[in-house]
């Protein structure tokens, strides 16, 4: 329960030097105690303010009676997920690197510098330029300092993995704006219960709730960014000084007083406004010219909900998600190994751990697992490739998947299922593990809200000649292609095989990336046994 000041206060300024959270602040009518940061000094016996308090006109802030909406709380026009589900969002580099910061937090190689300051560092192109990322002291101070490598440590251990959210939330609202480097945008307290489905947890008081939110948006705001970008096409080289990413330019707080003149903390606004990167990534106007970029994705609101709800249980699959949002706006067939995967969610620390210490990969292999099938409830179910991620060494719940609900199929299924091999009931091999850290998968199945983020490729008008006459030519769609190998029971690389070309080029045809030309159409035409 926090404290509040009560009439009778003096203005002697003996508490607010006590006070070890700052949450005592000045205002043109005396003293206010901010109830988000006041914890009644947990630490000792008595708070140290009321210790100090020469007229004792401190007192515990009792809880507000009553469900009562208040007239004086501003409204709340949604102004993302208009349509319910989606909504465009900034996904370039930098705001791809501060969420995986939010989201794996200790897990990054963060290190100290010179002047003993915590720096995280990510070269991009091949080396030929470098992002450079600090935590900032006070998100709320016009010109942040970076945080000594010990303050900086503690800090990235109390962050929340639901601070990705408001980040990706900030994203989002900057892409209303043309100039969101010059433009803020305003979010209150019941925009983020909206946008988060924080309205419908009533397990938590509303000042539980304005703490919890006001937490997230700080942790979000505290990152410092550096850039020195290579040359990309026309847009040239430059260097961006150190700046946050989310600029905090104010904190308006709602105060209602009841019966005995005690005042209720109602409601928290918060104005926010993107760095300078944003007018070299998310520039409409220069990039029309060529000198800039303009780079979004579609962010899913199903998105924000399941981290929002799953985040205890399944932080590695939270983790994955929020990395494979910005992985797989262009599309999903993106192929990535099972190593990646295990140290974006667990990090280079666990993964080391579990293949050198005797017995410990069992109880990562097995929380893999668990997230890995959390991912696929949600709707992202991975595609895993049989020459690598062979049915042997794939979780069980991928494995009976394939099982029928009628009983006779059923039936058939398990009758078929004892003649094998190797049976589905089979224990896993010995050699899982290894195997596993060199198994890839090729990609997601994608849910509706997804499949709106895959950018399709603007048709180019080219002049063509004039038109001679061809013979006629059976087409060959990509799904014809794949339907035959499948009914051939052919892999794409037996395929491949016979065709005499590479797997990579089967997988482009059979995904539509470029059409089949004349002579390899009635080669494929042959060993597919199409006429």
């Known amino acids: 329960m926090a404290y509040t000041v009560k009439d009778g206060c003096i203005a002697c300024d003996s508490c607010r030097p006590e006070c070890p959270n700052d949450a005592i602040k000045t205002a043109a009518d005396g003293y206010w105690i901010d109830p988000t940061l006041c914890d009644r000094c947990d630490d000792v016996e008595a708070p140290r303010c009321v210790i100090a308090c020469p007229v004792g006109s401190l007192a515990p802030l009792q809880p507000k009676k009553g469900r009562n909406k208040s007239t004086?709380?501003?409204?709340?026009?949604?102004?993302?997920?208009?349509?319910?589900?989606?909504?465009?969002?900034?996904?370039?580099?930098?705001?791809?690197?501060?969420?995986?910061?939010?989201?794996?937090?200790?897990?990054?190689?963060?290190?100290?510098?010179?002047?003993?300051?915590?720096?995280?560092?990510?070269?991009?192109?091949?080396?030929?330029?470098?992002?450079?990322?600090?935590?900032?002291?006070?998100p709320e101070a016009v010109d942040p300092t970076p945080m000594p490598y010990e303050l900086g440590v503690a800090a990235l251990a109390r962050f929340d993995l639901r601070a990705a959210c408001l980040h990706l939330i900030f994203a989002a609202c900057a892409t209303n704006h043309d100039r969101p480097w010059e433009e803020p945008f305003v979010l209150n307290d019941q925009h983020v219960e909206q946008y988060l489905g924080l309205n419908r947890r009533k397990d938590l008081t509303k000042l539980e709730k304005l703490t919890l939110i006001k937490e997230l948006i700080h942790q979000a705001c505290q990152i410092l960014v550096a850039l020195d970008w290579p040359r990309q096409g026309k847009v040239q080289?430059?260097?961006?000084?150190?700046?946050?990413?989310?600029?905090?330019?104010?904190?308006?707080?709602?105060?209602?007083?009841?019966?005995?003149?005690?005042?209720?903390l109602i409601g928290l606004s918060f104005t926010v406004r993107a760095g300078r990167w944003a007018q070299h990534f998310l520039n409409r106007q220069d990039y029309r010219k060529q000198t800039a970029f303009y780079q979004y994705g579609t962010l899913p609101q199903s998105l924000l909900m399941e981290v929002m709800g799953s985040w205890q249980q399944h932080e590695g699959a939270m983790r994955l998600l929020l990395w494979l949002v910005f992985k797989l706006r262009l599309g999903s067939d993106h192929r990535m190994t099972v190593r990646t995967l295990l140290r974006l969610a667990y990090g280079d620390a666990r993964l080391t751990e579990a293949t050198?210490?005797?017995?410990?990969?069992?109880?990562?292999?097995?929380?893999?697992?668990?997230?890995?099938?959390?991912?696929?409830?949600?709707?992202?179910?991975?595609?895993?490739d049989p020459e690598t991620?062979?049915?042997d060494i794939q979780p069980l719940w991928a494995r009976v998947a394939?099982?029928?609900?009628?009983?006779?199929?059923?039936?058939?299924?398990?009758?078929?299922?004892?003649?094998?091999?190797?049976?589905?009931?089979?224990r896993a091999p010995r050699d899982k593990w290894q195997r596993l850290l060199n198994a890839r998968l090729l990609g997601f199945e994608l849910p509706e809200d997804w499949?709106?983020?895959?950018?399709?490729?603007?048709?180019?008008r080219r002049r063509s000649p004039k038109p001679t006459?061809?013979?006629?030519?059976?087409?060959?769609?990509?799904?014809?292609?794949?339907?035959?190998?499948?009914?051939?029971?052919?892999?794409?690389?037996?395929?491949?095989?016979?065709?005499?070309?590479?797997?990579?080029?089967?997988?482009?045809?059979e995904n539509g990336r470029f059409s089949v030309g004349e002579s390899d159409r009635t080669l494929l035409q042959d060993v597919l046994g199409l006429a």
């Not at 003993?116 to 600090?134: A, C, D, K």
């Not at 499949?451 to 180019?460: F, G, I």
């Not at 590479?502 to 482009?508: C, L, V």
Request: aromatic share 10%.
């Open 469 to 509: 006459a061809q013979p006629a030519t059976y087409a060959l769609s990509s799904d014809t292609i794949k339907a035959a190998r499948q009914r051939l029971n052919l892999s794409q690389r037996a395929l491949a095989q016979r065709l005499g070309k590479s797997q990579s080029w089967i997988r482009d045809v």
């Open 402 to 426: 394939d099982i029928p609900d009628d009983a006779e199929a059923a039936l058939a299924f398990w009758t078929d299922d004892a003649n094998r091999d190797r049976s589905l009931t089979d």
């Open 356 to 384: 050198t210490v005797r017995g410990a990969h069992k109880r990562l292999l097995r929380i893999f697992e668990h997230d890995l099938e959390a991912i696929s409830d949600y709707g992202l179910r991975p595609q895993f």
């Open 72 to 138: 004086l709380l501003p409204a709340a026009i949604p102004t993302i997920f208009l349509n319910g589900k989606t909504t465009p969002f900034a996904s370039s580099m930098v705001v791809w690197e501060a969420c995986n910061i939010l989201a794996q937090r200790q897990s990054l190689p963060w290190r100290a510098d010179g002047e003993r300051r915590l720096f995280y560092e990510r070269s991009i192109h091949r080396g030929q330029g470098t992002m450079r990322f600090r935590l900032a002291t006070n």
């Open 451 to 460: 499949q709106q983020s895959v950018r399709k490729p603007r048709p180019q």
């Open 389 to 391: 991620y062979g049915p």
């Open 237 to 264: 080289r430059f260097s961006l000084s150190e700046h946050p990413v989310w600029h905090l330019l104010d904190t308006q707080y709602y105060f209602e007083a009841d019966a005995e003149g005690a005042r209720h």
